[in-house]
């Protein structure tokens, strides 16, 4: 979701999508499949057909290209891959065993079901619980299962914290995890999560438990900053207050807002909450990256749909006019989101 480059299209991927779009799903099914005939690996498959199409989808929805129906066509399509290319795994025995789960507020499970499958590939017999899990209901489970892993996939950045919950989940019953996908890849976010290893790819979670089959792992922590922790308990309790006098304040410095529809004006405000929430959990894993990564994907998400720069750089600037003086680091994350706007508009 934070992301603002261009995935170059791979002429397999381009050739699913236009399968779609033309309402023949089981050619792209059976593109798939044949790619597996072929002599594919079915990780090979999954990184180098199913992955670049999904994002090529996120892109284009971004871009104003796609409506959200298309985004949601492509990932069933996707998801019926998947399911038929499990039967070309290979079966691992029980000594590999490892449970993957979505992080708690995750509900994107297309990107975890690809890399249990990859996972699979690879040697290790995954059980799968889903998305969004709760936190309670993991514990239960894995005190049942008692797997020598756990994997936790997390997409968008906003479900970062439920890592942080399952993780401890985990750790009650003395399990490592390892937490990978787009909101954790080549950062050191897990860290602040208390998870035990951060991958960007499948080979990396792969090369991680083998290792951890060799020696016991000391499991971490989840990091607490008292500061960054009471910043967050203010902003949750003074968010609709924050979001209202925010609106108000934007309202009468961009006099265009006036003759907004009943639609726009939803939107605004809802941005203007998607921001304070990122702020949040900005503050939550200790990296302005994650709000600044935003901002930039936000700004050419509007940009596609008409909104200038300017009214995204005053949406923050009146979220930091109405912050109190008790929240200085949230200040300064919308600063720093600020100057991100204003390096991309020279």
Do not use: K, N
């Not at 025995?93 to 994107?108: I, M, N, R, S, V």
């Not at 930039?296 to 600037?317: F, H, I, M, N, Q």
Request: hydrophobic residues 45%; aromatic residues 4%.
């Amino acid at each position: 979701m934070t992301s603002t480059t261009t995935t170059p299209v791979t002429e397999d991927a381009e050739r699913f999508l236009d399968h779609i779009e033309r309402a023949d799903a089981d050619a792209a099914i059976d593109q798939a499949l044949d790619l597996v005939r072929e002599g594919w690996r079915v990780t090979d498959v999954v990184r180098d057909l199913l992955a670049p199409a999904q994002r090529t989808v996120g892109e284009r929805w971004a871009a104003g290209r796609y409506t959200v129906a298309h985004e949601h066509l492509v990932s069933g399509v996707v998801d019926d891959v998947l399911g038929l290319l499990a039967v070309h795994a290979p079966r691992p025995g029980p000594e590999h065993t490892l449970a993957l789960a979505c992080a708690e507020g995750e509900w994107h499970t297309t990107p975890a079901r690809m890399a249990a499958l990859c996972l699979r590939d690879a040697g290790w017999r995954v059980q799968f619980l889903g998305g969004s899990l709760p936190a309670d209901h993991l514990a239960s489970t894995l005190a049942h299962l008692a797997p020598p892993a756990m994997a936790i996939s997390c997409t968008l950045p906003l479900a970062l914290p439920g890592v942080a919950t399952l993780a401890d989940a985990a750790h009650d019953q003395q399990i490592p995890v390892v937490v990978g996908g787009a909101a954790v890849a080549a950062t050191r976010r897990h860290v602040r999560l208390g998870a035990d290893g951060g991958v960007g790819t499948v080979e990396e979670a792969v090369d991680l438990l083998r290792t951890w089959l060799d020696q016991p792992v000391e499991l971490q922590a989840t990091a607490r900053d008292v500061d960054a922790d009471l910043e967050r308990a203010l902003l949750t309790s003074t968010r609709a207050h924050l979001l209202d006098h925010a609106y108000r304040r934007l309202e009468a410095e961009l006099p265009q807002m006036a003759g907004y529809t009943e639609r726009q004006r939803h939107h605004t405000r809802q941005d203007l909450d998607y921001i304070l929430q990122f702020v949040d959990v900005a503050l939550a894993v200790e990296d302005t990256s994650l709000l600044t990564s935003f901002v930039g994907w936000l700004a050419d998400l509007l940009a596609a749909r008409g909104v200038p720069p300017a009214v995204l750089e005053r949406s923050l600037a009146v979220l930091r006019y109405v912050l109190p003086d008790e929240a200085p680091h949230a200040r300064g994350l919308l600063q720093a989101g600020i100057e991100e706007l204003r390096g991309r508009t020279g």
